[in-house]
């Protein structure tokens, strides 16, 4: 599943260099994460990096993006281009 960020965002700017896979970008108000690039840094980690640099633990699984770990490691081999 994708993970997303919260209006909880406070703007610190830790979490998008943190992201292997270029997933965060600079939303119109707070950071977002594109969910097509995010694999919760599965093949990348053993924990989504963006969530353990927040200082206000606001980057929450998102319910509506359902994957399983096998899914987000596919979607890691495609991003990376090892599939």
């Known amino acids: 599943m994708s993970l997303k960020i919260t209006d909880d965002c406070i703007?610190?700017?830790?979490c998008e260099?943190?992201?292997?896979?270029g997933a965060i970008s600079q939303?119109?108000?707070?950071?977002?994460i594109?969910?097509?690039l995010c694999t919760e840094c599965v093949g990348h980690y053993d924990?989504?990096?963006c969530q353990q640099v927040c200082p206000v633990d606001c980057i929450p699984k998102d319910e509506n993006r359902v994957e399983s770990r096998d899914e987000l490691m596919q979607k890691y081999l495609i991003i990376t281009?090892?599939?």
Do not use: F, L, T
């Open 34 to 36: 594109d969910p097509n």
């Open 47 to 49: 924990e989504p990096q």
């Open 27 to 32: 939303g119109e108000e707070i950071y977002v």
């Open 11 to 14: 703007n610190c700017d830790v």
């Open 17 to 21: 260099p943190e992201c292997p896979n």
């Open 81 to 83: 281009g090892k599939a």
